[in-house]
């Protein structure tokens, strides 16, 4: 069974870094790329960033220059470092995998874990 574990989440000061890890179980063997989302309080999930397994990399305009998503391929663990964080960073940020089972593209979510950015 793919699983989806974040971690790495918490409370910090606007100007801060946090970097959240995302660990997958039971690798598919037709992993296609692995997505960071976030959801603010009232809002609608909005895309952070994307990752190819092969290591292409794709940003929402928000977070260029200040967010890096990285994968550790052995160790099934995607990362998002985030650097210069702001207050409307405040969020839950998910990591979501995109794979191929049976010739059909799915995807699995995490269970999200809470970044909290003060001003």
């Known amino acids: 069974q793919v699983q989806l574990m974040e971690s790495g989440g918490g409370s910090v000061q606007a100007g801060g870094s946090l970097t959240l890890s995302c660990v997958v179980s039971?690798?598919?063997?037709?992993?296609?790329?692995m997505s960071w989302y976030r959801q603010a309080p009232g809002k609608e999930r909005e895309f952070v960033s994307s990752?190819?397994?092969?290591?292409?990399?794709t940003y929402a305009d928000f977070v260029k220059g200040r967010f890096t998503t990285s994968q550790d391929n052995a160790k099934n663990t995607v990362y998002l470092q985030m650097n210069s964080l702001k207050a409307e960073d405040t969020a839950v940020y998910y990591c979501?995998?995109?794979?191929?089972?049976?010739?059909?593209?799915?995807?699995?979510w995490g269970q999200g874990t809470q970044v909290t950015v003060s001003s």
């Open positions: 039971e690798t598919p063997y037709r992993w296609l790329k």
């Open positions: 990752i190819l397994r092969a290591g292409t990399t």
């Open positions: 979501n995998l995109d794979y191929i089972v049976r010739g059909i593209e799915v995807n699995r």
